[in-house]
């Protein structure tokens, strides 16, 4: 039986080939179906508008929080003192970095 090695290799080649192009568009589908996902994300979200969107998105916003009822007062009070111990503690460092930040 006489074995011609040229015909042995074309079937390993072809199989490699074969293998080798369907690795590339698995690759390539994955790498589009993640930047297709991302960018609906973003599109999605309206942080990364931009424009009118995130301009009437934020306005929008403004007139919600004016528009809402005001936290109680004992809250505010509570609020206002953690401020200002934030500020006792930190206000030196703060005037030692920029001498002109204190008023």
Excluded: C
């Amino acid at each position: 039986m006489i074995t011609n090695p040229e015909s042995l290799q074309r079937p390993t080649l072809r199989t490699f080939f074969i293998k080798l192009v369907s690795i590339f568009a698995a690759v390539f589908l994955f790498f589009v179906a993640s930047f297709e996902y991302a960018r609906y994300q973003l599109e999605a979200s309206p942080i990364f508008k931009g424009g009118s969107q995130f301009w009437s998105s934020i306005e929008n916003g403004l007139h919600k929080f004016a528009n809402s009822k005001d936290i109680p007062e004992e809250k505010k009070a509570k609020i206002i003192a953690s401020l200002r111990a934030i500020s006792a503690k930190y206000g030196p460092l703060i005037e030692a970095m920029d001498p002109g930040a204190k008023k």
